[in-house]
């Protein structure tokens, strides 16, 4: 069958459903052994390869399930409670997707099909050695190549599931950049590069996304490009931006959520052995629930005020998404932290507890640094002192 054959209407919950849950018991049956080994979860790829998962936000016009942020960020969400590294996976990869949809061009139909197919997983290239997390700026140029080609020749410290991607969108200086600012946002297919894996992936948490550092290079047919040339800005402040703050956050909160509903399911079980009357653990369990609640209503709120602003690039709008980012980054680990004041040592520390808290808490230490909260601290100041009238959105 091919892809002008599919049925051209978006998926129903049902289907939705099924192909999460297919993942979400991949997800499980491999989280432990694959945080263990620092190693990529190829089956819960694989599931999302087979359900179509990886295609969700791919339009029903094109041939996809047309999910909507909102379906994003509730399958996020719902994989993280299992694995956050799955999650993390599914979400990055879903940006790529809503680039190539948005701001794709001609490549669009030459990857959504791929996409819907399961046969195009894409991965993110934008961190750079030197720079660090600057979204914005590169120290790594493509050059030009012969009339129609640009060659890319990238230093990548930091690719989440890059040995297993097909597909990579980079972020590199413009073939004619004057300035380090003028990025362009290009995709290239594994087959076009020589991709060369050049260290390990040994962290203290995320284990599962294996993002170790690679080295890219090759040479493209021009037009390979999301946007224009140099036009990286615009897609990073109307895509990347909003879809990564509001996915990260989706996750860390589903992680976060996971090991509540372990706590409280564990609490529960074993009544005889805990004082469920006890005010210091009904505060922890309030304060915990309080900080979930309200990651999860910033979360909501900020999809929403995305879904109907007339400039999502104004500044109220960039401080409320970048609010989303920090105030999740603090608060699920937070309450990953109190949950485990609240077990103590048995259940809130030892790798073997079913509450599964180690792994959460280990994984959960990534949030901040996952684009530093420095940086989006300093920008933030910036953005405030543009909003003089200090409008909310
Ligand atoms: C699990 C995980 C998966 C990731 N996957 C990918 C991926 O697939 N692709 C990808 O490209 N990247 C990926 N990243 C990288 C991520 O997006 C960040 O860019 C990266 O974590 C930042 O690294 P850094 O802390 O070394 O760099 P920096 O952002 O340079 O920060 C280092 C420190 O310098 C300080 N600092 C530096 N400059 C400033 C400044 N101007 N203002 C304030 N403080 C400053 C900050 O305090 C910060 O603590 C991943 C990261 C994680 C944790």
Redesign the pocket.
Known sequence: MTVTDLPRTAWRPADLERAVSEVEAEAARYAEVCDREARFPAEALEAMRRTGLLGLLVPAEDGGPGGGTADLLAVSSRLSRTCMSVG?IFT?HCQQVAAVVRDGGPLRERLLPRIVRGELYL?????EAA????LLSSGSQLTAGDDSTVRVDRF?P?????SHADGFLITALAPDATSPSRLSLVYADRDQLTVTVRGGWN?MG?RA?H?APLHLAGEIPRDQVVGEHGAFRDIAVRTFAPLAHLGWAACWQGAADGALQRVVTLLRAERRRHDLDSPLLLARLSRVRQRLDTVHALITHTASVLASAEDTTSPPVQLLVNAVKLTASELCPAAADELTDLMGMRHGYLKDSPTGLERTLRDLR?AP????N??L??ADGVLALMDREVRHV
């Not at 930091?158 to 890059?162: A, I, N, R, S």
């Not at 640094?369 to 530093?372: A, D, H, K, T, V």
């Open positions: 993390m990055m991965a993110s290239v934008t961190t720079g660090g997390g600057h990548a930091v690719v989440t599931g890059g962290p995320m996304t993002s990534s640094l996952n684009y530093s420095d940086r601290h300093a």
